[in-house]
Structure formats: C-alpha cells, structure tokens
C-alpha cells in the first residue's frame, strides 16, 4: 500500500482540473481510503464507505480522468475493476489558483473539509479513548502555541515540522508489533481576534 519504495511517497502539485475534480465529499473520501486501505475495487469501497456501488464506480471514473487514481488491470478479472491512488500525497499551495475563481472555490471546499474530517475523527476518538491503553491515551492528543513570527520564519518552520513526519512515516514499520494507523493534521492560523486583521 502507498508508496512504491519505502520511504519515497508519490506525490503530486494538484492542477486546477484535479483541483475541481477532487472537491466533491465522495471523490475526497475515495481517494482517502485507496491510500490508507490500498487497492480496491468499486464494490469494496461502496460498502466501506456506506455507499452504493454506481456512485462509487462513476467518481472512480471522474478521479482517474485526471490522474488522481488508476486503475490496476493485473488484479482485475472479468467486470472486477481495481483501483489505486496514483498518489500518496496531494500538495498545493494557497495561492496555486489566485487566477482561477473555481479552483480557488474547490481549494476553499477542500480545506473546509479537511477542519469536518478533522471534527469528526476527534469526537470518533472521545467516544472510544477509554478503550485504549493508557499509554496510547497519552500519545494522542491536542494543543496549541501562540507566538509571534514573521512569514519567512512561520515558512521555514512549516517546512521543518513537515519534514520531521515524513522522516517518522518513511521510518514507519506496519508489521511492527503494537503499530496502529494514526493521522496527525498539521496548521498555522492567523489568530484572529475581533474579526479581520
């Protein structure tokens, strides 16, 4: 699953035309579990997802129009067809699609979406935490830390604590004993207060 040699993720700059593509709920998840669970077909997805099986197979389609996924012919037989991300990572930058209004919209779409993914993994792990050991319970969590910096620092610092978890996911054994599957969401906001700048 994921990359194809150890430690060097795919990855990909988003263009406007998969930017577009890739700002619809189904498309966002699909997209999500091929890279987390791995290759799959249209069916296994529709059930994992809670959905049905037309749907799935359709945004399947529109994902691999522009690259996002493809399709893995060797695995299929007959009608089965597989499926896998043709990425591990998506990247883009903000101002990407200054120039373009309906990519800039589907950027927006996108990152709202990544806060209500991030919501709903958060209450998911408050209903189940005290199922997991205390160790565990302790790794996980949230903070946050205010300061003061200028741009060029916030970048640098960005691109440092980025590059700390791709050294630990390049590291990442899952055949490890007593590894789990964790997903860290990193930001830097303005803190706003007031409204406006």
């Known amino acids: 699953m994921g990359s194809g040699e150890k430690g060097r993720p795919r990855r990909v ?59 893995e012919p060797d695995r299929g037989t007959g009608r089965q067809r597989w499926w896998r991300a043709a990425h591990d990572v998506t990247n883009w930058e903000n101002t990407d699609f200054d120039d373009d209004p309906d990519a800039r919209a589907a950027i927006e779409w996108i990152q709202a979406e990544q806060v209500r993914q991030y919501a709903e993994q958060a209450e998911r792990w408050f209903a189940v935490r005290d199922q997991w050991p205390p160790a565990w319970r302790d790794a996980f969590g949230m903070s946050d830390i205010f300061m003061t910096i200028p741009v060029t620092r916030l970048a640098e610092l960005r691109t440092q604590v980025w590059q700390v978890l791709e050294r630990y996911r390049a590291e990442a054994d899952p055949a490890e004993p007593g590894a789990e599957q964790v997903q860290i969401f990193l930001a830097a906001l303005p803190l706003l207060i007031g409204g406006g700048r």
């Open 13 to 71: 700059r988003i263009d406007g035309r998969q930017v577009r593509a890739l700002a619809h709920p189904l498309r966002t998840r699909l997209l999500g579990a091929l890279r987390i669970k791995g290759p799959a077909t249209a069916t296994g997805l529709a059930e994992l997802l809670d959905t049905n099986t037309g749907a799935t197979s359709y945004h399947l389609r529109q994902l691999a129009e522009v690259g996002l996924v493809v399709e």
